[in-house]
């Protein structure tokens, strides 16, 4: 079945380093979805992507639509600790419209 | 505003037993999805409601079925429950169907089958 390839699965970093996270699939999509979530709560929506090519800002976040509408990135620059959460890609398949999460990539800040 | 909510928080429940969680979208919202989230993956896509209707569904079985309200609150009911359906089931709210219609999470409800 279709599946996303998020990577890496975790890291550990300082604070204020940049952050880089992405999502590779052998399946196409026509958005990219980037989420974080918190400790016992509900994933919410970083940044959103409709266009392969797509590179868009959200402050300190930043994702581009890969060209191949196979895979997206996410970076953080200078990161903060409440920067601190899992970070999921989500894609919605050309195929059928449906949507899938990649598994997550989970960011550890250092004191 | 209230923004998504779900009930119960938490649920135990054991094997072969049915359950029913609940879940009420954000103000204004007319469409909810249902996912399951296992401990350490990603959410996956159960099924999505709208106008009452099931519109879209995931690789999931038919002991897994739901319900809308004319008010767009849902249920998700599960049926003989397996150890494997214990997870985090999150219900999503949006305005629309489409994937650029922003879906808003709710908190989740915690279900432990024993």
């Known amino acids: 079945g279709q599946q996303l390839n998020q990577s890496p699965q975790s890291m550990f970093i300082q604070e204020g380093e940049d952050v880089s996270m992405n999502c590779t699939s052998s399946s196409i999509f026509n958005t990219w979805l980037w989420y974080k979530q918190d400790p016992g709560e509900g994933p919410v929506l970083l940044i959103a992507?409709?266009?392969?090519?797509e590179l868009t800002s959200n402050g300190r976040l930043t994702a581009q639509f890969g060209i191949t509408r196979k895979d997206s990135f996410l970076n953080i620059s200078a990161s903060i600790p409440s920067d601190v959460g899992i970070y999921f890609c989500?894609?919605?398949?050309?195929?059928?419209?449906?949507?899938?999460f990649g598994k997550g990539t989970r960011l550890h800040i250092l004191p | 505003d209230a923004g998504v909510t779900q009930s119960p928080t938490h649920l135990i429940k054991t094997r072969g037993q049915q359950v029913t969680l609940r879940c009420s979208p954000k103000?204004?919202?007319?469409?909810v999805s249902w996912y399951q989230q296992a401990l350490g993956q990603g959410p996956q896509f159960i099924f999505q409601?709208?106008?009452?209707?099931?519109?879209q569904r995931g690789n999931f079985p038919d002991r897994f079925s739901g319900h809308q309200f004319p008010n767009y609150s849902s249920e998700l009911n599960v049926n003989a429950l397996l150890l494997g359906d214990s997870a985090l089931y999150l219900c999503?709210?949006?305005?629309?169907?489409?994937?650029?219609?922003?879906?808003?999470f709710g908190p989740g409800t915690r279900l432990t089958v024993l």
């Open positions: 992507l409709y266009k392969a090519g």
């Open positions: 103000s204004g919202h007319d469409t």
């Open positions: 999503a709210s949006s305005l629309g169907t489409g994937a650029d219609n922003e879906q808003f």
């Open positions: 409601y709208y106008e009452e209707e099931e519109r």
């Open positions: 989500a894609g919605q398949l050309m195929v059928d419209d449906k949507i899938i």
